[in-house]
């Protein structure tokens, strides 16, 4: 099946600092999604990315399609508390809307 | 608004026992989705159902059986509950259009003794 690959695992920052994280894919994806975790709850959609290429803002978060189709970036700009959570990536099964494959997360902590 | 609503919030089974995890959504969503999320993995495909009375298999769906009645009702049912469904279950809504996203539950933390 397909494969989301995230990286890095974890990442330990302060707060006021930049974050980038990526996830790659073994196949094509035509959608990429950004989610966000936070503890005891599900997951809350950050970014939808529907074209190659495409750059795509909310707030302090920036996600980019990549060119390939087989890779995706998110990056938090002046990171703050609240932004500590699980990040994951998400792309249609198949092509299937109905269907999500997941990346494994990106663990952020943020400290004052 | 609701939204996606799981019952429960926490159960603990014995090995063998058999139960049934509730989820129902108030947004008239057609498309219904059951995932797990295990220590240090992603959420996984359990069972989707893309309308009332049309349900089919996700990406680990041994031990799970689901069914779509109602538009708004997604039942799981573990028929015999193993310690390696010990997991964290959450559903997810989404309408039919292409471009709208799923919405989670906030899920339910399964035990198996």
């Known amino acids: 099946g397909q494969q989301l690959n995230q990286s890095p695992q974890s990442m330990f920052i302060q707060e006021g600092e930049d974050v980038s994280m990526n996830c790659t894919s073994s196949s094509i994806f035509n959608t990429w999604l950004w989610y966000k975790q936070d503890p005891g709850e599900g997951p809350v959609l950050l970014i939808a990315l529907y074209k190659a290429g495409e750059l795509t803002s909310n707030g302090r978060l920036t996600a980019q399609f990549g060119i390939t189709r087989k890779d995706s970036f998110l990056n938090i700009s002046a990171s703050i508390p609240s932004d500590v959570g699980i990040y994951f990536c998400a792309g249609p099964v198949d092509g299937t809307a109905s269907k999500l494959t997941f990346g494994t997360g990106t663990r952020l902590q943020v400290t004052l | 608004n609701a939204g996606v609503t799981q019952t429960p919030k926490f159960q603990v089974l014995k090995t063998g026992q058999s139960m049934t995890l509730q989820c129902a959504q108030d947004?008239?969503?057609?498309?219904m989705s059951w995932y797990r999320q295990d220590p240090g993995m992603g959420l996984r495909l359990i069972h989707y159902s893309v309308g009332a009375g049309i349900t089919d298999q996700g990406e680990v769906p041994n031990g799970y059986n689901v069914s779509r009645s109602t538009t708004e009702d997604f039942p799981l049912r573990l028929l015999s509950a193993a310690p390696s469904q010990t997991s964290v279950y959450f559903c997810?809504?989404?309408?039919?259009?292409?471009?709208?996203?799923?919405?989670f539950g906030d899920g339910t933390r399964l035990s198996i003794l």
């Open positions: 997810a809504s989404k309408e039919r259009t292409e471009d709208q996203p799923q919405h």
């Open positions: 947004m008239n969503h057609e498309y």
